[in-house]
């Protein structure tokens, strides 16, 4: 059965990893103006601009925290639940994260689909609920 726990946990990935999105975007410009000679010396130089760059480190740091909770939430949680939940969810984060740093999203055709996302991760909740009703009543009849 999912647990308050397990969907929190899977809400705090999807806000760690959507609202770092439009920063981690934000913390690469520039990055286009580094160049070098060689491929090598062009990779070790933008490897360097992202690492000195606290405007995508500090993004990236958060979003690789959300990776961890993921990992963790995927040990208790059932794949099929967790996998479009905190995906679906994340897409929303990065919408209106973006949106509140000024970036367009779409109108209104983002917003129905953002409506219809809902409708989706709310009919997995239910589902993966009603399963497990279901399981605990077989298991008890046998």
Not at 24 to 52: C, D, H, P, W, Y
Not at 90 to 100: E, K, S, V
Request: aromatic share 8%; net charge negative; glycine share 8%.
């Amino acid at each position: 059965m999912v647990t308050v726990v397990e969907l929190l946990g899977l809400l705090l990935v999807a806000v760690l990893w959507g609202c770092t999105n439009p920063f981690l975007k934000r913390g690469t410009e520039g990055i286009e103006n580094v160049t070098e000679t060689s491929r090598v010396s062009q990779l070790l130089a933008e490897i360097k601009f992202l690492l000195l760059n606290l405007k995508y480190l500090i993004p990236f740091l958060l979003n690789q925290s959300g990776s961890l909770v993921y990992y963790y939430t995927l040990s208790t949680t059932e794949l099929s639940l967790a996998v479009p939940v905190t995906n679906s969810l994340t897409f929303l984060c990065t919408l209106l994260t973006g949106r509140l740093l000024g970036e367009e999203f779409g109108g209104k055709q983002a917003v129905a689909g953002m409506f219809l996302t809902m409708a989706g991760i709310t009919l997995c909740v239910i589902s993966s609920i009603e399963d497990t009703g279901k399981q605990d009543m077989t298991e008890a009849v046998h």
